[in-house]
């Protein structure tokens, strides 16, 4: 730990992600509530869903830059803000427009958040940075595992609305608690600009060193194409991981025929696989020292499994398994070992790489909503559903094969097999 001065501020980075793993599904867990409520189908919630992706996709490249220039409280002191009124406004519109709006302020707050944690979680978690980052996957996924199952407890009981309640009070302590807070780069930023020092310049040289690091460790540089198929993979990630987070509950409800607590524990499941495979990927890159291409291919090929059981064989249990597989083989960080992966293929300026890579992802997540929207005011739900699973599954195998190339040529590139334990500089 960098001070006990930061504990604060670690915790705060911590709140927003038990916050945004509630926001990432609160619209597709209420869906049928929020489509009375604003007057409008399926078709038209899945649209405002759509409007998250759009304000990321067209935000976070810029948000991951300002985080830089004006420091990281001020960013998050904003996501929260954008937050309360996410929640707010969904409480209390019945006007589909607002909910758009409402929508695109959360993916807004979303890249704010993305901009400003995860270099706070690195900045202050000094000794282990890799496992900062890993909780917040985790603390995503927990909320993501509970989060279903009260939403079926409180619309039981007639009050879904304290579903919404929950996370806007959760949101206000996100915004308290980063209001008091320290964050070390925020003061050592202070510091550096009371001695005038060059901090722009020293951060170049830093990026310029880990870059030539990188170069380094080339046999013989891979074709450009690698480059751009790496950054696609943010797009496949983005949209395997999207599916079973919004789709898999009503696939439940109007596939298989399951009751609200059944398609419920779909995502439950879907969410526990994803922190379970947090902490058994977490173990094998630190303790087995396995590459990021290992755990990205054996990810590719496991969601392509999972999704073509689900596809194939609506038989509950079946389902279940599939529901978990799917949550730990495309959302147990694979989306995370993509940005290490374009770094490896790509090295040079990290910023720049993660807002390209987090470009794609923001696509996917913009796309796959309206895809989903187009489908179902163009056929019956259930039928829509499962047709984006199967272009997940498409998507998924393409996604396979790309790593399957650069596995079989990495030690071609890199001098040793993919296979091979990662060195102690690598």
């Known amino acids: 730990m960098k001070s006990k001065k930061y504990i604060l501020s670690l915790l705060s980075v911590y709140l927003v992600y038990m916050t945004h793993g509630i926001q990432a599904i609160v619209l597709s867990q209420n869906l049928d509530q929020f489509a009375a409520q604003w007057g409008t189908d399926e078709a038209g919630v899945y649209a405002v869903i759509g409007y998250t992706g759009l304000a ?21 002191v904003l996501g929260a803000v954008m937050y309360v009124g996410f929640f707010g406004l969904l409480l209390g519109t019945s006007n589909l427009v607002v909910a758009g709006v409402a929508a695109f302020l959360a993916g807004l707050a979303t890249s704010f958040f993305d901009g400003a944690c995860y270099p706070v979680a690195q900045e202050t978690w000094v000794s282990s940075p890799g496992t900062a980052v890993i909780l917040i996957k985790g603390v995503i996924s927990v909320s993501g595992l509970i989060y279903p199952m009260l939403v079926v407890g409180l619309r039981s009981s007639g009050n879904w609305k304290a579903g919404v309640l929950l996370p806007l009070v959760m949101s206000v302590i996100v915004l308290v608690v980063s209001l008091i807070s320290s964050y070390c780069y925020d003061d050592e930023r202070k510091r550096k600009k009371r001695e005038g020092s060059a901090a722009e310049s020293g951060q170049q040289g830093k990026l310029d060193d880990d870059a030539q690091r990188g170069l380094a460790r080339f046999v013989r540089k891979p074709p450009a194409f690698v480059t751009v198929g790496c950054a696609i993979y943010g797009f496949i990630a983005m949209a395997a991981m999207y599916s079973g987070q919004q789709l898999l509950t009503r696939f439940g409800l109007t596939i298989v025929g399951m009751d609200d607590i059944g398609a419920a524990s779909l995502t439950s499941l879907y969410t526990g696989g994803s922190l379970a495979a947090v902490i058994i990927w977490g173990v094998f890159m630190a303790k087995f020292r396995w590459r990021n291409l290992k755990v990205v291919l054996v990810d590719l090929i496991g969601a392509v499994v999972s999704y073509a059981l689900v596809c194939l064989i609506h038989v509950g249990i079946v ?35 993660l807002g390209i890579y987090y470009t794609f992802m923001g696509a996917a997540s913009y796309a796959l909503p309206v895809i989903q929207s187009t489908l179902t005011a163009n056929s019956n739900e259930g039928d829509a559903i499962l047709q984006s699973l199967l272009l997940n599954l498409g998507l998924t195998a393409v996604g396979a094969v790309f790593m399957l190339y650069l596995a079989f040529n990495y030690k071609k590139w890199f001098g040793v097999s993919v296979m091979s334990p990662r060195g102690p500089n690598e």
Request: with cysteine; glycine share 16%; aromatic share 8%.
């Open 56 to 76: 990321k996709f067209i935000s976070v490249w810029i948000c991951g830059e300002l985080s830089d220039k004006i420091g990281r409280k001020i960013m998050i």
């Open 319 to 353: 389902v279940q398994i599939a529901a978990l597989g799917i949550g730990f083989f495309a959302a147990g960080g694979a989306l995370q070992c993509g940005v290490t992966l374009m770094q490896e293929f790509h090295p040079g300026n990290k910023g720049r790489n």
